[in-house]
């Protein structure tokens, strides 16, 4: 159930529309069936807890939709960025990364970036919303840190997402094909500008700054969002 749906219940309602929120999770599911083994695409549904209602099922409040590529130890010929052109018009914007089946060269032996070390699994960050009904709070970049760090294996993964993530609206928890909200503050996720490629962010997990970032978004975890019918 997602927010709007959830403050027309009637044990909401007998409350006078007032719901306090808490204790966040992800819900992961692949949404593309006919993907291939080593290119899947995901959402990662963000659902909370309201603290004064009988126990029951969580509400949804927002979503982070992102891609994972399985590269191989071999030179082999996977069209990445083919692929990528037909799973989402959102994912193309990560094309301009890949040569065949293996991250661009330039990329790949960037010592600062990687620090010389190869690449197997890149997380593709898509998209991240929270639903605007919700009071201010860095939910959203709590969202995209746990994708990384469930997501990310930490010695031979990366994470790129785009810089601008396509406008600085607010949007209420819509369907995937529709989420286009700005993402996240990606500097407080622990993400940096691309080497030679200023329109993405992104960071290697074998440094340190992807769990030094979740460390500081974890007070996200016992904060209670508090809100009303609006």
């Given at each position: 159930m997602?927010?709007?749906?959830y403050?027309q219940t009637?044990t909401v309602?007998q409350?006078?529309?007032?719901a306090?929120?808490?204790?966040?999770?992800?819900?992961?599911t692949?949404?593309?069936?006919?993907t291939?083994?080593w290119?899947?695409?995901w959402?990662?549904?963000?659902?909370?807890?309201d603290l004064h209602a009988?126990?029951?099922?969580p509400?949804?409040?927002g979503?982070v939709?992102?891609?994972v590529?399985?590269l191989?130890?071999?030179e082999?010929?996977?069209?990445?960025a083919?692929?990528?052109?037909?799973l989402?018009?959102r994912?193309?914007?990560?094309?301009?990364?890949?040569?065949?089946?293996r991250?661009?060269?330039?990329?790949d032996?960037d010592?600062d970036?990687f620090?010389g070390?190869?690449?197997?699994?890149?997380?593709l960050?898509?998209?991240?919303?929270?639903d605007?009904?919700l009071?201010?709070s860095?939910?959203?970049?709590?969202?995209v840190a746990?994708?990384?760090?469930t997501m990310?294996?930490?010695?031979?993964?990366v994470a790129f997402?785009?810089?601008?993530?396509?406008g600085?609206?607010?949007?209420?928890l819509?369907?995937?094909?529709q989420l286009?909200?700005?993402?996240p503050d990606w500097?407080?996720?622990g993400?940096t500008?691309?080497?030679?490629?200023?329109a993405?962010?992104?960071r290697?997990a074998?440094?340190t700054?992807?769990?030094?970032?979740?460390?500081?978004?974890?007070?996200?975890?016992?904060q209670?969002?508090?809100?009303?019918?609006?």
């Amino acid at each position: 159930m997602d927010l709007a749906d959830y403050l027309q219940t009637s044990t909401v309602l007998q409350r006078g529309g007032q719901a306090s929120l808490a204790s966040p999770i992800l819900h992961l599911t692949t949404l593309d069936q006919a993907t291939t083994s080593w290119l899947r695409d995901w959402r990662a549904e963000v659902r909370m807890q309201d603290l004064h209602a009988p126990a029951g099922a969580p509400v949804t409040v927002g979503a982070v939709d992102f891609v994972v590529v399985q590269l191989s130890e071999s030179e082999d010929d996977r069209p990445i960025a083919d692929r990528l052109a037909m799973l989402d018009v959102r994912a193309t914007r990560f094309v301009e990364l890949f040569d065949g089946g293996r991250l661009e060269a330039g990329l790949d032996e960037d010592d600062d970036f990687f620090d010389g070390m190869p690449m197997y699994s890149v997380l593709l960050i898509l998209g991240a919303v929270v639903d605007d009904l919700l009071p201010p709070s860095r939910l959203r970049e709590w969202a995209v840190a746990e994708v990384c760090h469930t997501m990310l294996p930490t010695t031979s993964g990366v994470a790129f997402a785009a810089a601008d993530d396509g406008g600085g609206r607010r949007r209420r928890l819509v369907a995937v094909d529709q989420l286009r909200a700005r993402g996240p503050d990606w500097a407080g996720v622990g993400l940096t500008t691309v080497p030679d490629h200023p329109a993405l962010v992104g960071r290697a997990a074998l440094f340190t700054y992807l769990d030094t970032a979740r460390d500081a978004l974890s007070e996200v975890v016992d904060q209670v969002l508090t809100l009303g019918k609006r």
